[in-house]
């Protein structure tokens, strides 16, 4: 079955980085385009940044352009996304998403159980 494990969330500092990184399992990753989203204390999920199965093409949300990069290894099945500049409005659950063939990076059909990212002095 698909499984998406996040890690690399943690307690940063503004101005700060962190890298999170996505264990993708159960389907041929390299076939399919991700995502990252996340959902912040009391508001809805919020797409972040998306890449083509093949890292032909990058995406991002306004709030994040220059300060986050999305990147993948199709042979090891990872998503990668390295955070710098990190501001407390960034503060979130991080999620890593499969975006099914054909769809806009916005719209996901699994995703994995989350990781906490936390910007605060």
């Known amino acids: 079955q698909v499984q998406l494990v996040e890690s690399g969330g943690g307690l940063a500092q503004p101005g700060g980085s962190l890298r999170l990184s996505c264990a993708a399992s159960g389907f041929h990753f390299s076939s399919y385009g991700m995502s990252w989203a996340r959902q912040a204390p009391g508001k809805g999920l919020e797409w972040v940044s998306g890449?083509?199965?093949?890292?032909?093409?990058?995406y991002y949300v306004d709030s994040v352009k220059g300060r986050f990069t999305i990147s993948r290894d199709n042979a090891k099945n990872m998503l990668y996304l390295q955070m710098n500049s990190l501001r407390p409005e960034d503060t979130a659950l991080y999620y890593c998403?499969?975006?099914?063939?054909?769809?806009?990076?916005?719209?996901?059909?699994?995703w994995g159980q989350g990781t906490q990212v936390t910007v605060s002095s």
């Open positions: 998403a499969r975006v099914p063939v054909g769809s806009p990076y916005w719209n996901y059909d699994y």
């Open positions: 890449i083509y199965s093949d890292s032909s093409d990058t």
